[in-house]
């Protein structure tokens, strides 16, 4: 563990977790190796052993590509900061009452009155007053519904499926269904 300026670095060697059930079925099949060669050739105890090493060592050898182990470093710092107080300098006051500010001037001068005169202002050619018609009552020809015109359901209606009239009997007549929150609602109070 250093600990140099703040700095703490932390070494690990982590090994692959995932390939343990590769390497206990490896060893299995390295000891299976050396009682079946034991066996077939009739091998006495020296060259058994000799064989058994020589299994073992390839054996740890596959098993540390095998299990393929990584180094973790683990590094904290801490960083130290040191803030200096500001050096403050003042400054004389005869220095501060040097600049010179700039000199305003007050000029008489006779004052004009104003004169109301017309003044020719062009408008154009007046505007026709737009022939709107107010309806009390919008339908829906999509949902067969009518509402007043200040619903706000009968506002959402598109322009297409828009149906207008002022009595209530013509949209009966269409067999349209009354809005629940504006027309049933006013029925009510």
Not at 45 to 67: C, K
Not at 81 to 92: A, D, G, L
Request: with cysteine; aromatic share 12%; hydrophobic share 40%.
């Amino acid at each position: 563990m250093d600990n140099k300026g703040g700095v703490e670095v932390r070494e690990r060697t982590l090994w692959n977790q995932g390939n343990v059930i590769w390497a206990v079925a490896l060893g299995f099949i390295i000891i299976l190796i050396e009682f079946l060669v034991v066996k077939l050739f009739n091998l006495e105890s020296i060259p058994a052993i000799f064989i058994g090493a020589i299994l073992v060592f390839i054996y740890s050898i596959i098993l540390f590509f095998l299990l393929e182990p990584a180094i973790l470093r683990e590094i904290k710092t801490r960083e130290v900061v040191t803030i200096e107080k500001p050096v403050i300098k003042e400054i004389p006051r005869y220095v501060v009452h040097t600049v010179e500010k700039p000199i305003e001037k007050y000029v008489d001068r006779p004052v004009e009155k104003y004169v109301d005169r017309p003044v020719p202002v062009y408008t154009g050619a007046p505007k026709r007053k737009l022939n709107i018609p107010k309806y009390n009552y919008i339908g829906s020809s999509e949902t067969k519904t009518y509402h007043t015109r200040y619903c706000r359901l009968g506002k959402l209606i598109k322009k297409k499926y828009k149906v207008h009239s002022n009595k209530i009997s013509d949209f009966k007549r269409k067999k349209f269904k009354a809005c629940k929150v504006c027309v049933l609602k006013r029925k009510k109070v």
